[in-house]
């Protein structure tokens, strides 16, 4: 139970983002409640052992950290770290009847060295450069603004000052900059991928959808890096908890708030908990959860319906599998980002049999391996034994398809993914499946309609709903985190700049509680 009836600020909801909250409005001085309903913080940011009997903690739901800026875990002083991956990303394909791929990383003499093995000459790289070095110009001057006021569209614009830059990301759909510089179809479609993680949307959607998406996938950090987390996410999700308890925030899991009611100044937060009902009183009230759940919570009409496009597999492997492409030793293979049935094409057929209403007939997805990174995730016998972990995020299989039969669609979806992979291995990922203590193979796959279930991702989307511009729009607020109702704020992934573990809505709704 509660040490009172009545808190400065009452936050629902303790994934990441809800946690980064906790802790700045209580190191603020402010006196805080978290109300969460799982056992346990972190929401979709945990470490889990998925298999039984076997000691392997798996970022279960989100796995790589990009978006999390430096600022948040110093002003937290968050015992967290990172380490960077040696390779960027490897895809496998075929040419003239051979096994090859193109390997991105180990240096830029190897780089260049890899796509002039693949196209026939060096022109591919000198545009991916130019091109990554646009992207990286822009992640470099539109960071820093996810922590502040939303700056104006004109604002940005000036900030990140770049015309052709700006018209690539934020005015024509991604394909047409994507189809501008890159000729062959395999490198087309390692840039698009960006654009496609949980997100349903044709290269040259004109909504932009995937611009947004894109753009999310570039600037993180100011470099567009993505990392490993030490530990897994839940080492994340645990060091920000902690940080939250220390400077005096009370944190009550098991406990899920079933309505607010508000006069934007003073609320209340009924909420339901083993021994019965309860409501708490406060000034300020954030909400870690989906817009559409907020609408529920202040008995509002709910905002259009979001739909998410993934697949999430986990597995753990008694060895890593052995490639057809054998220039390729298989722990940098999977040491970074792993592209399967990712060729521009692919991605373009794929998208077009899903919204047609049928599940890909070769579905794409990338795999890393955390291990390879970060072995801490295993028990020191397992490291020592060679097992590996493998990651699997299934791309245009959104939740639609799902609908009739979950379980046939899954098991349907999964059975083609893999036989994907394995048309670039030298034996079946089956062979290299562990056991777990009852003898079954250690792989698990999520759907969008499991997500749902099991995190109250509204239709298994990450990001709770379709990403937005990062800047002010229509009734969006002075931080992209305000609601009509003046102390009831939305700290989760459906805020403006939010979606990914960045901890940016948290911190944003922190400041717009604070008046900052």
């Not at 048309?423 to 089956?430: F, G, V």
């Not at 102390?487 to 990914?500: D, E, F, I, W, Y």
């Amino acid at each position: 139970m509660p040490d009172r009836d009545a808190y400065d600020a009452v936050i629902v909801g303790g994934g990441h983002n809800g946690l980064v909250a906790a802790a700045y409005l209580s190191r603020a001085g402010r006196s805080v409640l978290l109300l969460e309903r799982l056992p346990g913080t972190g929401g979709a940011a945990v470490s889990s052992r998925p298999f039984p009997g076997v000691d392997a903690r798996l970022s279960r739901y989100s796995y790589l950290v990009s978006l999390l800026p430096k600022k948040i875990v110093r002003d937290l002083d968050l015992d967290f770290r990172v380490r960077t991956r040696t390779v960027s990303s490897y895809t496998p394909t075929e040419r003239d009847g051979r096994p090859t791929g193109l390997l991105v990383g180990g240096g830029e003499a190897r780089t260049r060295q890899a796509f002039a093995r693949l196209t026939g000459d060096h022109r591919a790289h000198e545009a991916w450069r130019a091109f990554y070095a646009m992207t990286g110009q822009v992640a470099r001057r539109v960071f820093p603004t996810l922590t502040e006021p939303l700056p104006t569209r004109t604002e940005l614009r000036a900030r990140v000052d770049d015309d052709t830059a700006w018209r690539a990301l934020f005015e024509e759909p991604i394909g047409a900059a994507v189809e501008e510089r890159f000729e062959d179809d395999l490198v087309r479609g390692v840039v698009l991928t960006d654009a496609l993680i949980g997100t349903f949307a044709d290269a040259n959607d004109p909504s932009l959808r995937q611009n947004r998406c894109f753009l999310y996938h570039v600037i993180g950090g100011g470099t567009g890096d993505w990392n490993v987390p030490v530990g897994g996410m839940g080492a994340l999700t645990g060091a920000i908890a902690e940080a939250a308890r220390a400077a005096g925030a009370t944190l009550r899991t098991g406990c899920e708030a079933t309505r607010i009611a508000t006069d934007g100044r003073r609320a209340e937060v009924t909420y339901t908990s083993r021994d019965g009902e309860h409501t708490v009183a406060a000034d300020h009230v954030l909400v870690n959860a989906s817009p559409q759940a907020l609408a529920a919570l202040l008995g509002d009409a709910p905002p259009p319906p979001a739909e998410g496009a993934q697949l999430k597999v986990n597995m753990l492997l008694k060895r890593l599998p052995r490639l057809r492409d054998t220039s390729v030793d298989p722990r940098e293979a999977f040491a970074g980002t792993f592209h399967i049935a990712e060729g521009y094409e692919e991605l373009a057929t794929a998208y077009a049999q899903a919204a047609a209403g049928s599940l890909p007939s070769a579905p794409p997805s990338e795999i890393y391996c955390h291990s390879l990174t970060d072995p801490t995730i295993l028990a020191p016998d397992l490291v020592e034994r060679g097992y590996q972990t493998l990651t699997l995020f299934g791309l245009h299989t959104p939740a639609r398809l799902f609908a009739r039969d979950n379980d046939a669609a899954r098991a349907e979806l999964l059975k083609s993914t893999l036989a994907q992979l394995d048309a670039h291995l030298a034996e079946p990922i089956t062979d290299c499946l562990a056991l777990d203590a009852e003898g079954r193979p250690c792989i698990e796959a999520k759907t969008p309609l499991d997500l749902e279930r099991d995190l109250r991702l509204p239709g298994g989307n990450i990001f709770h709903r379709d990403l937005a511009f990062p800047y002010e729009q229509e009734d969006t607020g002075r931080w992209g985190v305000e609601t009509r109702h003046a102390n009831v704020l939305l700290c989760g992934a459906g805020a403006v700049r939010g979606g990914g573990v960045s901890g940016i809505p948290g911190h944003n709704a922190a400041m717009a509680a604070l008046g900052a």
